[in-house]
């Protein structure tokens, strides 16, 4: 079954067909650099990691760009408000990005352009624009003459003439930017800068690049003039990505990319989460009570271009469904079936994997529905955990986890792990003064110690071999 996806551009599900044979090229649009990341940015860069990964894990030979906007006004404002340079500000929340990927199990892409490492391939890409008719200068301004393409408003399905009265309403309070465009909808390539400013030399005077241009210019010159996969989050249909295709394809003359993919948001309370807005959680604080895996999980159980309505309740729940995958992949453990011929795994087992296999594969080549192939990894897990073979768990468990680990999943126990040595040792401790109190019918004290293991996020699980342990 070939992959389906599904495109903002021609609003349905395509076959997916790459421009050259076998090779993918993809471009995800990276953070801007002002603040520290929350889950609506790790939503955004999981789903695209799993979408890079599957792509790959299907034979595909991938190049994944994904930027990192380290210019720009947001970071220019946060860097006054501090009082350290924007260069500052920039490389402080870069590394703290990264550390956050990292973090959540992310994989680096294969190149991370920044937009400063571009500045002179921008200006070409203006200068070019204004010698083809499609772009102006005004008082060290540069914009982008929308009416000049055609074609604009194409990926958001917006009217030209709608957004132009829309925009005339905007700009009553913009007069002096109204007073220097020839639209109110043409949008800024180059901005001037003042002398105490971030800025650049350029013919039109000290300035620094648009928000827009920066993808545009990079993709080009990183992946070329028309790229397979182009993805973000839904709130940069427009205008960022319908300004990217307006200045990249007057250029060229050629799509700039043949797939538009977007995530939904994640809201509270029905509204976005963002930093503009203050109703965000960063990476880093749920990091302290969460797994990489927990979060992962919790994204990829709703299909990517749906909303996440996010509560910590929401998230500590999927706590559950990480355990019960973690109880079937310690299977994989010290396998004794390492390396040996699945021929001795039990015919039922067999047709457990290939239908698994099959399914999982379904799932996500329908336009990478991570939802329903998670509810394929539980029922393989649930099938591990019944069975009485021996072989048949420890060869399943392998699957499991290398399925797994496509979507990013770890599977890594940490159940009977604590903060040192130390404390593992004490559980043990406390669950064998546990059992002494049972055979001398000590009910109460029992009773008392496993309540008290559970009050500090401990589940001890009573089996005919004894007691264990694992944390909740």
Known sequence: MSIQVFNTLSGKKE?????????????SCGPTVYDMSHLGHARTFIVWDVVQRYLRFAGYDVTFVRNITDVDDKIINRAK???????????????????????????????EPRATEYIAQMIKFVEELIASGHAYEAGGDVYFDVASFKDY?????????????????????????????????????????????????????RGRPGWHLECSTMVKHILGESIDIHVGGEDLVFPHHENEIAQSEALHGKPLANYWLHNGFVQINTEKMSKSLGNFSTIRDLLQTFSADTIRLFVLQTHYRNPIDFTLD?????????????????????????????????DEAK????????????????????????????????????????TDKHSLAEHLVSYANILGLTLDDTRTEVDSPLGGKLVDLLLTLRQEAKAKKDFASSDLIRKSLTDLGITVMDTPAGASWERS
């Open 15 to 27: 076959e997916f067909v790459p421009l050259n044979g076998n090779k993918v090229t993809m471009y």
């Open 81 to 111: 408000e501090l009082g350290i340079t924007p260069e500052k500000l920039a490389r402080q929340f870069t590394y703290a990005f990264w550390h956050d990927m990292a973090s959540l199990g992310v994989d680096f892409p294969d190149y």
């Open 153 to 205: 408003g194409k990926l958001g399905k917006q009217n030209l003439e709608q957004l132009l009265v829309g925009a005339r309403e905007q700009v009553v309070s913009q007069d002096s930017l109204a007073a220097l465009k020839k639209n109110p909808v043409d949008f800024a390539l180059w901005k001037r800068a003042g002398d105490d400013e971030l800025g650049w030399p350029s013919p039109w005077g």
């Open 314 to 346: 929401s998230v500590a729940s999927t706590k559950t469904g990480i355990q019960r995958l973690l109880r079937a992949a310690a299977f994989a453990e010290n396998s004794e079936n390492n390396g040996k011929s699945e021929a001795t795994i039990s």
């Open 351 to 390: 047709t457990v994997v290939a239908d698994f296999a099959k399914n999982f594969s379904e799932a996500m080549n329908n336009d990478f529905n991570t939802a329903v192939a998670i509810s394929h990894l539980f029922q393989l897990s649930d099938y591990i955990n019944k069975s009485k073979s021996t």
